[in-house]
């Protein structure tokens, strides 16, 4: 009974010594910010992609080009990627469009080149703090891999000083190393995971974001004849 009391989660991370309690407060304190950041991420992808399905059912209804321009600039701060995408390209479209002696390639290229300026910010707006994740989850388990070898580096230097080794003796030092890698494996997976389901769902809007692009630059090459 007492050996269990001895061994239990709490008491061992307690009773760690100095070097391990900072990697065990270290990874618990980069596990929050992770879990932090895939709330925070899952959100902004699923707002990215509800946000982006709407305009696409806007855009292709066949409405006209005006009013879903003056629609977005005047409902701009709830827009969506795709939106200020269009947004952007219309503008400078229009903007090209009314100077004189200027070859209907240049305003092509030119609204798609402002078109490609915002897609670049949105996507990586929309990017922003999946490094963390990644790094999290590349780095995490060998830090607690370092708390766990440092560890019970400590319980076998404690072990010098008694005369008799036994499990009661080594079981502590070793059970609360491990705790460790136990704390970096909890925040590595989850990170992990997260990385790789947000970074699938982000390329695939990229995807959709460029064929927009193209499809609505067709539609304005179009409009210059």
Request: aromatic content about 12%; proline content about 2%; glycine content about 8%.
């Amino acid at each position: 009974m007492n050996v269990s009391h001895d061994l239990s989660i709490l008491h061992l991370i307690l009773n760690a010594s100095a070097v391990v309690q900072c990697v065990m407060a270290v990874l618990a304190g980069v596990s929050f910010m992770s879990w932090y950041y895939i709330f925070r991420k899952w959100f902004a992808v699923s707002k990215a992609k509800t946000q982006t399905e709407q305009f696409e059912r806007d855009f292709w209804s066949g409405g006209d080009l005006n009013s879903l321009y003056q629609s977005a600039v005047n409902n701009r701060h709830g827009t969506g990627s795709m939106e200020r995408i269009f947004e952007a390209g219309f503008r400078e479209f229009a903007k090209l469009r009314g100077q004189k002696n200027l070859d209907p390639k240049d305003v092509i290229d030119g609204s798609r080149r402002a078109m490609r300026a915002t897609y670049q910010r949105e996507v990586d707006n929309i990017d922003a703090h999946l490094a963390f994740l990644a790094s999290v989850g590349s780095v995490s388990p060998y830090v607690g891999l370092f708390g766990t070898v440092w560890g019970i580096m400590h319980s076998f230097r404690g072990l010098a000083n008694v005369g008799q080794a036994t499990l009661s003796a080594v079981a502590p030092g070793i059970a609360e190393a491990l705790v460790a890698t136990a704390i970096g494996l909890f925040a590595a997976i989850p990170a992990v995971v997260a990385y790789n389901r947000f970074a699938h769902e982000i390329d695939r809007l990229a995807t959709r974001f460029e064929s927009f692009m193209e499809e609505f630059s067709n539609i304005l090459q179009r409009h210059m004849r």
